[in-house]
T-cell receptor, first 115, second 114 residues
């Protein structure tokens, strides 16, 4: 089945130790998104790629970076995780930005714990 | 500014009851899109429906139905004959016509008791 895959599902890191979260998709969608969702809160968009074009949200901390080496993969790098970065990280895709193709399909998420 | 309000933080019903989840939105865009997502305990956000601002026709899909009313800026979601498997957090979301950004409400936790 076509889907959005996130690995690992659970990630534990130490304060200040860089960590990378992975997302892949078999949907061949042009757009990939990264969201942060803290406990009992709504998902918050960090950034998205439209093909190779990177779009950062204005309030996304510099500590968060992203890479999209090809259509299928997108990575979230947290350079120096703090305790406040503990959250669920959700990857999503949409076929395009156009009106008829903008439903976002989400992966299962990676729950990040920072010790 | 764009905003989505889900005033109901938690709802608890007994199986087979009908339940309506409220969603009120704010936007200055004339073209916009509204969505509902379900987030079960596993964490994955499951897409349920998209509605654009020009289509006020209500929709029914099995036990799910949606009532979109531009006059009151509401996009409410009703589950008929609820089941335990419906237990989840439900998010309403808004996307403006000129942006790719989804604005989520704070979610409603629905607990369906057997």
């Amino acid at each position: 089945d076509a889907m959005v895959i996130q690995n690992p599902r659970y990630q534990v890191t130490q304060f200040g130790k860089p960590v990378t979260l992975s997302c892949s998709q078999t949907l061949n969608h042009n757009v990939m998104y990264w969201y942060q969702q803290k406990s009992s809160q709504a998902p918050k968009l960090l950034f998205h790629y439209y093909d190779k074009d990177f779009n950062n949200e204005a309030d996304t901390p510099d500590n968060f970076q992203s890479r999209r080496p090809n259509t299928s993969f997108c990575f979230l790098d947290i350079r120096s995780p703090g305790l406040g970065d503990a959250a669920m990280y959700l990857c999503a895709t949409s076929r395009d930005k156009a009106a008829g193709a903008n439903e976002q399909f989400f992966g299962p998420g990676t729950r990040l714990t920072v010790l | 500014a764009q905003k989505v309000t889900q005033a109901q933080t938690e709802i608890s019903v007994v199986e087979k009851e009908d339940v309506t989840l409220d969603c009120v939105y704010e936007t200055r865009d004339t073209t916009y899109y509204l969505f509902w997502y379900k987030q079960p305990p596993s964490g994955e956000l499951v897409f349920l429906i998209r509605r654009n601002s020009f289509d006020e026709q209500n929709e029914i899909s099995g036990r799910y139905s949606w009532n979109f009313q531009k006059s009151t800026s509401s996009f409410n979601f009703t589950i008929t004959a609820s089941q335990v498997v419906d237990s989840a957090v439900y998010f309403c979301a808004l996307r403006g016509g000129a942006t790719n950004k989804l604005i989520f409400g704070t979610g409603t936790l629905l607990a369906v008791q057997p």
